[in-house]
């Protein structure tokens, strides 16, 4: 099954995917997929993690399998009758994600989703990202990247790239962060300011980042409070896309930089990011270039 989806960019929509482990039902935002394949039996991989189920080769490339009733502790059918890999891009890296069942796709608001309380998520360490009620049942959508980086941490941010930065100088550039992983946008401000910038502003999703830009323009400091935005793509109310569209429609507001960082980032979502007027995007590991793309942007060279 291939998706190919393709939304109009900027308009706050995503497209769900709906799945089954064991009994209960998940989401993946469809942008995140590259194909869906029935089951087929993995070939082990020795003194592997205990959620790394094997790998397969679908075409010419070896794909790693993940076992989602592994990780979230949940009871495996005796029979993988109607089981389907969920192939995936994401972070640069093709994984499968073995599931019960696939439902079928919903298109959705980022307004609709709900961030999960601590309750659900304590500390930042839940596994998901946002909670969506579809067809009056609650559909969890979860965290691929994190599920991802806990067994593999190389996929995650390479802080290493900023700690081998030579010595920088402190530099006051206003910075506005839309982020709505507490984990990454803690990351993301430790990051910078390790690269010398330290007038920081972070926000949890596209929506509280959109109404400080137009608190700080009605008050005249817009200019004083954000030189340069950084946004990631998906968030609850407010997705980064439409973010985006909304600083550069605005004519006070479009000379501002506006930086896409994303684990969504690849040649398709590009295309979208340029048409909606970003200034440079790239993709979640490459922490070390969004230093220097802030440097580039902001005349810090």
Not at 19 to 27: D, I
């Given at each position: 099954?291939?998706?190919?989806?393709?939304?109009?960019s900027?308009?706050?929509?995503?497209e769900i995917?709906e799945?089954?482990?064991?009994?209960?039902?998940?989401?993946i935002?469809?942008?995140?997929?590259?194909?869906?394949?029935?089951?087929?039996?993995?070939?082990?991989?020795?003194?592997?993690?205990?959620?790394?189920?094997?790998?397969?080769?679908?075409?010419?490339?070896?794909?790693?399998?993940?076992?989602?009733?592994?990780?979230?502790?949940?009871?495996?059918?005796?029979t993988?009758?109607?089981?389907?890999?969920?192939?995936?891009?994401?972070?640069?890296?093709?994984?499968?994600?073995?599931?019960?069942g696939?439902?079928?796709?919903?298109?959705?608001?980022?307004?609709?989703?709900?961030?999960?309380?601590?309750?659900?998520?304590?500390?930042?360490?839940?596994?998901a990202?946002?909670?969506?009620?579809?067809?009056?049942?609650?559909?969890?959508?979860?965290?691929?990247?994190?599920?991802?980086a806990?067994?593999?941490?190389?996929?995650?941010?390479?802080?290493?790239?900023?700690?081998?930065?030579?010595?920088?100088?402190?530099?006051?550039?206003?910075?506005l962060?839309?982020?709505?992983?507490?984990?990454?946008?803690?990351?993301?401000?430790?990051?910078?300011?390790?690269?010398?910038?330290?007038?920081?502003t972070?926000?949890?999703?596209?929506?509280e980042?959109?109404?400080?830009?137009?608190?700080?323009?009605?008050?005249?400091?817009?200019?004083?409070?954000?030189?340069?935005?950084?946004?990631?793509?998906?968030?609850?109310?407010m997705?980064?896309h439409?973010?985006t569209?909304?600083?550069?429609?605005?004519?006070?507001?479009?000379?501002?930089?506006?930086?896409?960082?994303?684990?969504?980032?690849?040649?398709?979502?590009?295309?979208?990011?340029?048409?909606?007027?970003?200034?440079?995007?790239?993709?979640?590991?490459?922490?070390?270039?969004?230093?220097?793309a802030?440097?580039?942007?902001?005349?810090?060279?």
């Open positions: 099954m291939e998706t190919g989806i393709l939304l109009e900027g308009t706050n929509e995503l995917l799945f089954r482990v064991a009994n209960n039902y998940y989401g935002n469809v942008a995140k997929i590259r194909e869906i394949i029935s089951f087929q039996t993995p070939t082990p991989v020795p003194n592997a993690d205990p959620r790394i189920e094997g790998i397969f080769m679908p075409r010419d490339e070896i794909i790693s399998i993940i076992d989602l009733a592994e990780c979230l502790h949940l009871p495996k059918p005796e993988p009758t109607g089981d389907m890999y969920i192939v995936t891009n994401f972070n640069k890296l093709n994984t499968a994600f073995h599931v019960n696939v439902l079928g796709i919903h298109r959705v608001s980022w307004s609709d989703i709900v961030k999960p309380d601590s309750t659900v998520n304590t500390g930042g360490e839940g596994m990202t946002g909670i969506v009620r579809i067809d009056g049942k609650l559909i969890i959508i979860l965290d691929f990247e994190k599920i991802v806990d067994i593999n941490p190389e996929t995650g941010l390479r802080m290493s790239d900023v700690e081998r930065m030579p010595h920088r100088t402190r530099n006051e550039t206003p910075i962060i839309a982020e709505d992983s507490q984990l990454l946008s803690k990351m993301i401000v430790n990051c910078l300011e390790q690269a010398g910038y330290t007038n920081l972070t926000t949890a999703n596209g929506k980042c959109w109404d400080k830009l137009q608190e700080y323009n009605a008050s005249g400091e817009l200019d004083s409070k954000v030189a340069c935005i950084i946004t990631d793509i998906e968030m609850p109310q997705d980064g439409r973010l569209k909304l600083v550069k429609e605005n004519g006070d507001m479009n000379h501002i930089p506006v930086v896409i960082f994303s684990s969504l980032v690849n040649q398709e979502m590009k295309i979208k990011g340029e048409q909606l007027g970003a200034d440079a995007q790239l993709s979640k590991p490459e922490i070390g270039q969004l230093v220097a802030i440097d580039k942007l902001v005349g810090n060279e």
